[in-house]
């Protein structure tokens, strides 16, 4: 019976897949092959092995058996009378005694009554039968290859763990038999026959073990996405991921009978509590106990809370620890997976459960060093609040909240005031038991909300807190509750977090200099337009002087870095290096850890400005580090993760900035942070080809930015985003209308840091539209331009009005500027004349040889700019054009060169879409090996009449139409439609219209 609703995904087991698969590789080429697959119930075996044979193994006889439990040893010889049964109802009986060599098979009839009687017993029978089951199976890979699965190993019997280990080291080497083995990784206790029997075969040079492991908390959301067809809210994925560990079976059992909710499901149970049940009864008891004291208990704690003498404690320990119901952990225990510890904590009584947890609180009371600082306070204050006694519950959460606060423990901590909270009003006298009212209480959840990433939280327990006081009468608390929903609102992107700041600044009393740096150097740094630069950098530097004066070391080094920012100019790093260098020195002298994280982001943040990559990395990283080491890893450390991630994608590091882009977001980091990680991945999968990722991604960021007011840093990348997408799947008219809605709604002058790679953008995609070698409206020639083009070409002169006043401050923006100008033509000034060299002018039919040139030396030298950046994307972009150009000068070995050049970086970043764009340009102009055309000469190997209905199709023409345009029926359309289909390996029209455009097929 299914306990739960299997999701259609199969994730998180790409690298055991590609085990079976190589194995099933070596066994069709001649080689013994044996695969060893274990891990824990429920953990995926099965599915794996479904997944295998169901896909990758296709082609093969696949013969699965499984081993039974039967009391302590399973049923002889079970997997093989399994597979033999099934073999006889497929080919009958006759045809496999046939495939038995020599013909006899009665040595079968042992697995089998169908075979007759048996020979005669003896010590040769078994030798027999083990000779003729191995004779079968090759015989059978005689035919096709032939896949032997055994599952469940761990209840096998002896019998059959020797023919297992027979068949796997006698199969003939150029049998085509692969044989895989599953098994239970938990039930292999110490003195399990089957763990001496995998270590002897692991040593056999063609036997490879593969152990499943449990899912990661991305995977196990993927997994939980399959069941319920939506992602699950993350408070809901955060509970199941928790009480499942990752494990694939009880996250499902999780989702479909529980919903996530805190039953456990019985059929779960039962299936937990298995291993329990056979324990002894003394074990059970002591497991009981244990399980009150949560997933990992102390040796010491233990002994104090069951009341045993050493000796009987050992005794009884010993067969749960044995039985792989607990695991030794250092100097305690650990229930080997977390749900085992819940299903025996809910079976306890109601008066067992107050008891236990009562004993375990003054076991506590009695020595909190048993448990390791704040651990100890925070697991006190939980077994308090367990035994149901609230005036303990409270005044001991409130202490492990100021235990977790010293150790950087924010969740923690969080997690213990929501419980002074929660507990508040059934305690009568909690404000004397606390030393402060609830308004304290509130104002110090909204600060550690913030700093565990909680922002929604800390704005509502802010203004929970402001509607309970009277800001008059108490101006102090009003003005600090202020900043801090001030500055959460502004960390989440949310309107009034200025307004916040300057109430905050109105409310502070005079005698409280402190209080108003604070405040000030807040304000200062929500101060971003164009007009508030002046009061900007005089805020900070009052602030500055303020947190000096009486020693406050964040706001002195906040409000540095603030003013710093204010006078930043990315061609002068070295001055500001050392204004960032002289705020890390101060804030390391207070040690304001808060301080320093914004030291590493500013830091790292303007060396990717300033187009130093490498460095801008490296202060990142560090940062990083520093965040996970104070406890930050979740708010400062994912923001790091956004720093360390954009100069990698500028390096060409794809791979690696994905791997930090994933492991941020298993932190589940505040929303904004995550809309900016996805956006990078966004980049990647856009660069690679990977469209329908791109558009998860860009969605998923869509619906963050929609909910709250963004600056450029982020608006401004998200909108290229928006036009590139469509643009590589062909939907050219929405690119360019969203092109033009930018250029209409964004002032892209306040921001040239964000605001050139739009420019560029928009530029890349009228220069698609309008490539060289187009007619153009006035010219003449061939006929006018389309709608289309028209649209493109009328964004040209704001585009370029947009360029000639947009400052280039610093190498990366001056790289920016020459791509623009190579795309778009010289800006006023240039000797090459503002139309010779623009994208009109260089797209007549015939340009003349100074126009040429001029794009030539503009291409060269926007992807010499590239190159001494090491941005290798960038480079080859530009290196397109500049081939194309040398092209049409008549260049054709400077062509090549450029192109050879530009083909190895695009083969390296893996950016298939340019590769196909660089490979097609070479195949037309016949020079740097290109890919090969069809045997006709056209590209693709399509034929000729392909090519007709290619473009009717990227028209987007229905069949009927095509039909009508060509003068041919509907159905030979639709087998054209097919064929171009299948040669350009796309799976829609839509897709083989977007290669087509990407391709310039057409141009």
């Known amino acids: 019976m299914s306990i739960h609703a299997v999701s259609p995904l199969f994730v998180g087991r790409a690298r055991e ?175 399990h026959p089957l763990r001496p029997l995998l270590a002897e075969l692991g040593r056999v040079e063609w036997v490879t073990r593969a152990e499943l492991r449990r899912l990661t908390r991305r995977e196990a959301v993927a997994l939980a996405a399959g069941i319920l067809r939506h992602e699950p809210a993350a408070a809901t994925m955060d509970l199941i991921y928790a009480r499942s560990e990752g494990n694939p079976l009880f996250v499902e059992a999780l989702l479909s009978e529980s919903g996530g909710d805190e039953a456990l499901p019985e059929s779960l149970r039962d299936l937990l509590l298995a291993g329990v049940e056979r324990l002894p009864e003394e074990t059970q008891e002591l497991l009981r106990v244990a399980s009150a004291g949560g997933q990992r208990i102390e040796h010491a704690l233990l002994s104090a809370v069951a009341g045993l003498d050493e000796n009987a404690l050992s005794r009884a320990l010993r067969p749960a620890v044995a039985g792989n119901v607990l695991v030794v952990d250092g100097e305690g225990y650990s229930f080997r997976h977390a749900l085992i510890r819940e299903a025996l904590h809910d079976d306890l009584l109601p008066g067992e459960h107050i008891r236990l947890h009562t004993r375990y609180a003054e076991a506590l009371e009695r020595d909190l060093t048993i448990l390791p600082a704040p651990r100890g306070a925070i697991e006190l204050a939980h077994h308090w609040h367990s035994a149901h006694d609230s005036t303990w519950a409270l005044a001991s959460a409130w202490h492990a909240a100021s235990a977790a606060r010293k150790s950087t423990a924010y969740d923690e901590q969080l997690r213990m005031l929501s419980r002074v909270l929660e507990l508040w009003d059934q305690v009568p006298d909690a404000a004397e038991r606390i030393g402060g009212d609830r308004i304290d209480v509130l104002r110090q959840t909204a600060t550690v909300a913030h700093l565990a990433g909680e922002y929604e939280r800390s704005i509502a327990m802010a203004t929970a807190a402001l509607a309970d006081l009277d800001h008059d009468a108490d101006p102090i608390r009003s003005a600090t509750l202020l900043r ?187 929303a904004p942070y995550r809309a900016s990680l996805q956006g990078f991945a966004a980049d990647i999968a856009l660069a690679r080809g990977q469209f329908d990722r791109a558009e998860r991604l860009l969605a998923a960021s869509r619906s963050v930015l929609s909910r709250g007011s963004f600056r450029d840093q982020t608006t401004l990348p998200h909108l290229c985003r928006e036009i590139r997408l469509p643009q590589a799947c062909g939907q050219l008219e929405q690119a360019v209308e969203t092109a033009a809605r930018a250029l209409e709604e964004h002032d892209l002058a306040s921001s040239s840091r964000y605001a050139w790679p739009v420019l560029v953008t928009i530029a890349q995609l009228v220069s698609a539209v309008v490539p060289a070698g187009r007619p153009l409206p006035g010219e003449g020639g061939q006929g006018a331009a389309g709608p289309l083009a028209r649209l493109a070409l009328s964004l040209l002169p704001r585009l370029r009005a947009f360029g000639q006043e947009l400052v280039a401050d610093g190498e990366l923006q001056q790289a920016h500027r020459l791509m623009f100008t190579a795309l778009t033509g010289p800006l006023a000034g240039s000797t090459a004349g503002s139309t010779a060299g623009s994208t009109a002018a260089a797209a007549a039919p015939e340009p003349d040889g100074e126009a040429v040139a001029w794009r030539v030396k503009a291409s060269d030298l926007a992807a010499g700019a590239w190159e001494a950046l090491r941005e290798p994307y960038a480079e080859a972009q530009c290196l397109v054009p500049a081939a194309q150009a040398a092209f049409a000068a008549g260049d054709r070995q400077g062509a090549a060169a450029r192109l050879t050049r530009a083909r190895d970086l695009a083969r390296e970043l893996g950016a298939t879409p340019l590769l196909e764009q660089l490979d097609v340009f070479g195949r037309r102009a016949r020079i740097g090996g290109g890919t090969p055309e069809g045997p006709d000469g056209q590209p693709l190997g399509l034929t000729a009449r392909e090519l007709e209905v290619l473009r009717e199709v990227t028209n987007g023409r229905s069949n009927r139409e095509i039909a009508e345009t060509l003068v041919i029926s509907i159905k030979t359309v639709s087998v054209h439609v097919s064929n171009i289909l299948a040669k350009l390996g796309v799976a829609t029209r839509g897709e083989a219209a977007a290669t087509a455009h990407r391709l310039r097929l057409f141009d």
């Open 484 to 670: 801090q929903r001030g500055l959460t609102r502004y960390d989440l992107s949310r309107p009034g977090h200025v307004e916040d700041l300057r109430r905050a600044a109105a409310l502070v009393p005079a005698d409280q200099p402190k209080l108003r740096g604070q405040v000030l150097e807040s304000l200062s740094r929500m101060l971003h337009r164009p007009e508030d630069q002046p009061e900007r950098q005089a805020t900070a530097r009052l602030a500055m002087e303020i947190g000096h004066e009486v020693g406050d070391i964040n706001v002195e080094t906040h409000a540095l870095i603030t003013y710093t920012w204010g006078h930043a100019r990315y061609s002068d790093m070295d001055t500001q290096l050392e204004s960032f260098a002289r705020a890390r020195r101060i804030a390391h002298g207070g040690d304001a850890y808060n301080a320093l994280m914004r030291c590493a982001i500013s830091e790292s943040d303007a060396l990717e400005g300033a187009g130093r990559h490498e460095r801008a990395a490296q202060v990142a990283r560090e940062g990083a580090e520093g965040a996970r080491q104070y406890g930050l890893a979740r708010t400062s450390g994912t923001f790091l993760a956004i720093n360390l991630a954009e100069p990698l994608v500028s390096l060409g590091r794809w791979d690696e900035a994905l791997q930090v882009i994933e492991h941020a977001l298993d932190l589940a980091p505040p």
């Open 17 to 191: 897949l590609a085990t079976l698969g190589d194995a099933l590789a070596r066994s069709r080429a001649g080689s013994s092959s044996t695969v060893l697959v274990g891990g824990e119930a429920g953990v995926g075996k099965t599915r794996l092995i479904r997944e295998f044979t169901g896909h990758g193994a296709a082609d093969t006889r696949v013969l699965v058996g499984g081993c039974l439990e039967l009391g302590t040893e399973g049923l002889p010889f079970a997997p093989f009378t399994a597979v033999l049964r099934g073999l006889v109802r497929e080919l009958g009986r006759d045809a496999v005694a046939e495939l038995v060599p020599g013909g006899n098979a009665r040595a079968l009839a042992r697995l089998l009554p169908e075979f007759g009687e048996p020979g005669k017993d003896g010590p040769e029978a078994r030798a027999r039968l083990f000779e003729q089951m191995l004779g079968l199976l090759e015989r059978l890979a005689e035919e096709r290859p032939v896949v032997l699965i055994v599952e469940d190993a761990h209840w096998a019997d002896r019998s059959t763990r020797d023919l297992l280990t027979f068949l796997i080291r006698y199969q003939r080497t150029a049998a085509r038999l692969l044989i895989a083995v599953t098994y239970r990784t938990d039930e292999l206790h110490r003195n």
